[in-house]
Nanobody, 121 residues
Framework: QVQLVDSGGGSVQAGGSLRLSCAVS????????VGWFRQAPGKEREEVAR????????LYADSVKGRFTFSIDSAANTLYLQMESLKPEDTAMYYC??????????????WGQGTQVTVSS
């Protein structure tokens, strides 16, 4: 059974930082495509970043490029999203996700429960 548990959200002022974590069980995160998504009320879900499996490339949405860093701790089978210089428009529920294949073109099959990030101006 694959399970993703994301955590680390909270409330910060603009310009602050947060680190989100996603503990994964039942699948080896370094072998498959993994990603972070976010969704604000009334808006569509947005992909924030992804990393392809087996040493694949890392891609970021333009809105977070240069501010967010997506990393993987293979030994702990855990994903991280380090968020710096946060802006009010970053406010959303954040979700980690994993695919079933190394290539991200296969899509995402498993999702965390979400962790709320709120950035005040």
């Amino acid at each position: 059974q694959v399970q993703l548990v994301d955590s680390g959200g909270g409330s910060v002022q603009a310009g602050g930082s947060l680190r989100l974590s996603c503990a994964v069980s039942g699948i080896t995160v370094s072998r498959i495509c993994v990603g972070w998504f976010r969704q604000a009320p009334g808006k569509e879900r947005e992909e924030v970043a992804r990393i392809g499996g087996d040493g694949g490339s890392t891609l970021y949405a333009d809105s977070v490029k240069g501010r967010f860093t997506f990393s993987i701790d293979s030994a702990a089978n855990t994903l991280y999203l380090q968020m710096e210089s946060l802006k009010p428009e970053d406010t959303a529920m954040y979700y980690c996700a994993a695919g079933a294949r190394a290539y991200c073109t296969a899509g995402f099959s498993y999702w965390g429960q979400g962790t709320q990030v709120t950035v005040s101006s």
